[in-house]
Nanobody, 115 residues
Framework: QVQLVESGGGLVQPGGSLRLSCAVS????????VGWYRQAPGKQRELVAT???????TYADSVKGRFTISRDTVWSTVYLQMNRMEPEDTAVYYC?????????WGQGTQVTVSA
């Protein structure tokens, strides 16, 4: 089992920055990819960024050049640095980990971008 706890959400003005953290625990040795997803009101959950055990990253087109996903070397924490934020980034952000037993999700953290 993998447990995930997100933190770092809050209210930020357009153009500002936030860093989200995902604390990972449990059977972390078997994780092969961790991703950040988000869900805005009335919309489907969408993939924001992923990072593999080898360090390969992918990003949604809407966040490329603004967001950066990273992790420490032992999978204990995965980060999402969000810069030049826009009102369209407002959503609940979720951390997801994939291992041999399937996916695990955190409870989410609210991010609101507003003046």
């Amino acid at each position: 089992q993998v447990q995930l706890v997100e933190s770092g959400g809050g209210l930020v003005q357009p153009g500002g920055s936030l860093r989200l953290s995902c604390a990972v625990s449990g059977t972390i040795f078997s994780i092969y990819v961790v991703g950040w997803y988000r869900q805005a009101p009335g919309k489907q959950r969408e993939l924001v960024a992923t990072i593999t055990s080898g360090g390969t990253t992918t990003y949604a087109d809407s966040v490329k050049g603004r967001f950066t996903i990273s992790r420490d070397t032992v999978w204990s924490t995965v980060y999402l640095q969000m810069n030049r934020m826009e009102p369209e980034d407002t959503a609940v952000y979720y951390c997801n980990a994939q291992n041999i037993n399937g996916p695990s999700w955190g409870q989410g953290t609210q991010v609101t971008v507003s003046a």
